[in-house]
């Protein structure tokens, strides 16, 4: 059973700051999404990431995977008030089955 | 516009009731799925159907019953014997099903319990 591990849970960061959140995963997988929830809202994909290596930056969020370490983390550079939510990552097993992690949230405060 | 709609927005359900939860998509996708979403949890899936006329049961079926008769439709069914089911309800299609096939979420049903 795929098992998917998201650190830490709960973030308050300060404007301006820097920060990284992980995604473990327990077995092999070269298929890994990063999305984002607002408050009851539905989940907005952020980042498909393929293989190993992959990197990919959107504004002040960039995402990488590490298949052999089976880490991705999602790095905040200068973190603005907008960028409140929580993140999820889900990592897609060989048999096409989605596992979530269980949230990231994030609070940026002035 | 291409997208997945979910309706209603918000259900009332009183004990022993059962509830169906709409799911409509017009991306002309193979494959669609339902998630339940806890407070402070991440998703798990409930069913998924990879074609039309075809499902099988996520992590959590119990207590939910799913058809899949029209490709565009895959509605939910919350019936009496799930003990717990306030929560908040996500759809998503996909494509196809398969490692390379990223999902699209529609935005969401949440039912509580009377």
């Known amino acids: 059973e795929l098992k998917v591990e998201q650190n830490p849970l709960f973030l308050s960061m300060q404007e301006g700051k820097n920060y990284t959140i992980y995604c473990n995963y327990s077995t092999t997988s070269d298929r890994l999404y990063w999305y984002r929830q607002d408050p009851g809202k539905s989940l907005e994909s952020l980042f498909v990431?393929?293989?190993?290596?992959a990197v990919k930056q959107e504004g002040r969020l960039m995402a990488s995977l590490d298949t052999k370490a089976r880490l991705s983390t999602l790095h905040i550079t200068a973190a603005v008030h907008d960028l409140s939510a929580t993140y999820f990552c889900a990592v897609v097993d060989n048999a096409g089955k989605s596992t979530f992690g269980d949230g990231t949230t994030l609070t940026v405060k002035p | 516009d291409g997208g997945i709609t979910q309706s209603p927005k918000y259900l009332f359900r009183k004990e022993g009731q059962n509830v169906t939860l709409s799911c409509e998509q017009n991306?002309?996708?193979?494959?669609m799925y339902w998630y339940r979403q806890d407070p402070g949890q991440g998703l798990r899936l409930i069913y998924y159907s990879q074609i039309v006329n075809d499902f099988q049961k996520g992590d959590i079926a119990e207590g939910y019953s799913v058809s899949r008769e029209k490709k565009e439709s895959f509605p939910l069914t919350v019936t009496s014997a799930q003990k717990n089911p306030t929560a908040f309800y996500l759809c998503?299609?996909?494509?196809?099903?398969?490692?390379?096939?990223?999902?699209?979420f529609g935005p969401g049903t949440r039912l509580t319990v009377l």
């Open positions: 998503a299609s996909s494509p196809s099903w398969g490692r390379y096939n990223e999902q699209f």
């Open positions: 990431l393929l293989s190993n290596g």
């Open positions: 991306l002309n996708h193979d494959a």
